[in-house]
């Protein structure tokens, strides 16, 4: 298994800011992943934090709006950039652990709130 | 897109009562995984069914999958108050990338 933690667990930053969020994991994993979900919704995946090369971002999702690293096999941040009321959601990271068919573990999430 | 949609979309139950969710899906799978979210907070991994098993237990957790219908149960026995949650099905696609994609859950309230 996996423990995630992130930091910070909640914040209210004004429009046009940036807040970096950290996600670590407490044992090297191989794949690690951003999702967002919006008030009431489901969560949909930001992007894939690869290990020392650019991550990977899903349809709708750009790396100048939510830039993203991963500098080791247990530590990634996200970025939320330019930020506007509609950035309001809960982003959560993920680990994978194993390959294809293994466990993804999640923390427990960032609650943003843009005003 | 969304790959699973559970139904109900939200379901109350009184307390010692067995709740049923499902899932259903479009693609062929690799796993299929549930979690819990209690309001608002990060998810909690219930259980892993890989596609080559149609049934797992765990305590009172029981999943079925059916991958001819593309579909899968999620059956709590015996709820309790403490169950009361939202509950998300999520699959990994066969032979394809190894991100995990969500249904749109299932809001259980277990009524004391």
């Known amino acids: 298994s996996a423990v995630i933690s992130q930091k910070p667990s909640r914040d209210i930053c004004q429009r046009g800011t940036s807040l970096t969020i950290q996600c670590q994991v407490d044992?090297?994993?191989?794949?690690m992943f951003w999702y967002r979900q919006q008030p009431g919704q489901s969560l949909t995946l930001i992007a894939t934090?690869?290990?020392?090369?650019?991550?990977?971002?899903e349809s709708g999702f750009v790396i100048d709006k939510f830039p993203i690293s991963r500098p080791n096999l247990t530590f990634s941040t996200l970025t939320v950039s330019n930020m506007s009321p509609e950035d309001s959601s809960i982003y959560l990271c993920?680990?994978?652990?194993?390959?294809?068919?293994?466990?993804?573990?999640f923390g427990p999430g960032t609650r943003l709130l843009v005003l | 897109s969304q790959q699973g949609e559970e139904d109900p979309q939200a379901l109350s139950i009184q307390e010692g009562e067995n709740a049923t969710m499902n899932c259903s899906y479009k693609?062929?799978?690799?796993?299929l995984q549930w979690y819990r979210q209690n309001s608002g907070r990060g998810l909690v991994h219930l259980i892993l069914?890989?596609?080559?098993?149609r049934e797992k237990h765990s305590g009172r957790l029981r999943v079925t999958l059916d991958t001819s219908k593309k579909s899968s149960s999620l059956l709590i026995t015996a709820s309790r108050a403490a169950d009361t949650a939202s509950y998300f099905c999520?699959?990994?696609?066969?032979?394809?990338?190894?991100?995990?994609?969500f249904g749109k859950g299932t809001k259980l309230t277990v009524n004391p």
């Open positions: 993920s680990a994978l652990v194993g390959q294809g068919a293994g466990t993804q573990y």
């Open positions: 044992s090297q994993v191989t794949m």
């Open positions: 934090a690869n290990q020392g090369s650019e991550a990977t971002y």
């Open positions: 693609t062929s799978i690799n796993n």
């Open positions: 069914i890989r596609s080559n098993e």
């Open positions: 999520a699959t990994r696609t066969q032979g394809g990338s190894e991100k995990l994609v």
